[in-house]
Nanobody, 118 residues
Framework: VQLVESGGGLVQPGGSLRLSCAAS????????MGWYRQAPGKQRELVAA???????NYADSVKGRFTISNDNAKNTVYLQMNSLKPEDTAVYYC?????????????WGQGTQVTVSS
């Protein structure tokens, strides 16, 4: 499974960005796709994820501001990020999992930098 991300960049506080992640390869095995982020000196954390059936999971810190969606025809998952805050600054990684919410085989994109600063 190969994951290619796009859409990161520099944005002012309160602004918006949309991240995209296109999947290719053995995607038939993938049950969950989502986004994680890692800020300097911190552990990688789940931001948002969506299962094949449509159920979603969001970090408390982004609920009401971020929305995950997908386009099955394009094998692409999106993360719409609104009302961005400086604490959202991190490298964002696309994740695809062959497994369940509790674990499985994870595939990762190369990461895209999101910087929220005035």
């Amino acid at each position: 499974v190969q994951l290619v991300e796009s859409g990161g960049g520099l944005v002012q506080p309160g602004g918006s960005l949309r991240l995209s992640c296109a999947a290719s390869g053995s995607i038939f095995s993938i049950n969950i796709m989502g986004w994680y982020r890692q800020a300097p000196g911190k552990q990688r954390e789940l931001v948002a994820a969506m299962a094949r059936g449509g159920s979603t999971n969001y970090a408390d810190s982004v609920k009401g501001r971020f929305t995950i969606s997908n386009d099955n025809a394009k094998n692409t998952v999106y993360l719409q990020m609104n009302s961005l805050k400086p604490e959202d600054t991190a490298v964002y990684y696309c994740n695809a999992r062959a497994g369940t919410w509790n674990g499985g085989v994870d595939y990762w994109g190369q990461g895209t930098q999101v910087t929220v600063s005035s």
